[in-house]
């Protein structure tokens, strides 16, 4: 299993984990933008030709958003995504970003235990923000220790 930097030649296969993860799923140009963007780190993970998951961190010079992180349904609960949120972290370490921010849906707990885990906290709630259905988001901060030599 090994961590690449997206390329546009993995589109369909991000798109493809993008429409079975999420009930408003970025569109085909906004993930070809980000795939492109100087300020975004898209890894993904791949393992014999096949890609597992990807995550999007959007940089704002020394903040990042986390935007999106997704592992095709058959491996989820492997510890991909785990190893993705890692690789996110060194990589703000590296660029002098001092804190990632990210926004989930209060029902999703398996993505809040693995921000957790990963050493987010709360910072507050978003009310309504997400439609389809309808719900408040959380919204939580991970310093990356920049500097600490992770
Ligand atoms: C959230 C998501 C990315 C997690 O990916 P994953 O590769 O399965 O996560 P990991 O295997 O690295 O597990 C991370 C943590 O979540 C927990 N977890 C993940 N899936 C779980 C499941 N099905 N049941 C119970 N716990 C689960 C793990 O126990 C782990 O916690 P721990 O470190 O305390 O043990 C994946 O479920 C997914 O793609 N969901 C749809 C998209 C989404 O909601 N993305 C996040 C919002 S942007």
Request: net charge negative; glycine share 6%; charged share 30%.
């Amino acid at each position: 299993m090994i961590i690449l930097n997206a390329k546009q030649s993995d589109l369909d296969e991000i798109l493809e984990i993008e429409e079975e993860s999420f009930s408003e799923p970025w569109s085909k140009s906004g993930m070809e933008f980000e795939i492109d963007s100087d300020d975004t780190y898209v890894p993904i993970v791949r393992d014999k030709g096949e890609m597992f998951g990807y995550l999007v961190l959007h940089c704002f010079v020394d903040e990042a958003e986390l935007f999106r992180v997704a592992v095709r349904k058959k491996y989820r609960n492997m510890k991909i995504a785990t190893k993705l949120l890692i690789s996110a972290q060194k990589f703000a370490q590296r660029n002098g970003i001092e804190k990632i921010f990210l926004e989930v849906r209060q029902s999703n707990i398996n993505a809040i235990k693995l921000y957790t885990s990963g050493g987010f906290e709360k910072l507050g709630v978003r009310k309504n923000y997400y439609e389809n259905p309808k719900e408040d988001a959380i919204i939580m901060v991970c310093n990356t220790g920049r500097g600490e030599g992770k």
